[in-house]
């Protein structure tokens, strides 16, 4: 990764759909499967938008698949009149976020302060 944070913009952890009706999230939640047909109008998603889509999610609009081989998250919002769904591999997601450089913060909030 460089100076400008490339891994948050290049890595892909899953998938986004934008311009959804609010009941197409809802019927994609109820019937999300990996390979649901639904996908093939997503786009990859990186590790900084789906960070950004974990902060701005509604919470009452979320769903999960999980079997042997994937742990997906769907998660579903919106963004400036635009219904937005975005499937999220947490193994794909936690692999890239463990692998992100650690990087010292000065402590600004003097919480831990001794």
Not at 7 to 32: P, W
Not at 33 to 52: I, M, Q, T, V, Y
Not at 58 to 73: A, C, E, P, W, Y
Request: include cysteine.
């Amino acid at each position: 990764m460089d100076e400008d944070g490339e891994q948050l913009t290049t890595e892909i952890v899953g998938y986004l759909k934008t311009n959804s009706s609010r009941e197409q999230q809802n019927s994609f939640i109820k019937d999300y499967a990996p390979d649901h047909p639904e996908k093939k109008k997503f786009k990859p998603l990186s590790l900084r938008e789906a960070c950004n889509k974990i902060a701005h999610t509604k919470i009452s609009s979320t769903g999960f698949f999980v079997n042997n081989n994937r742990h997906d998250v769907i998660l579903c919002g919106n963004y400036q009149g635009r219904n937005w769904i975005a499937v999220i591999n947490i193994l794909e997601f936690a692999t890239c976020v463990q692998g992100l450089p650690e990087i010292e913060r000065p402590n600004t909030f003097g919480i831990f302060d001794e």
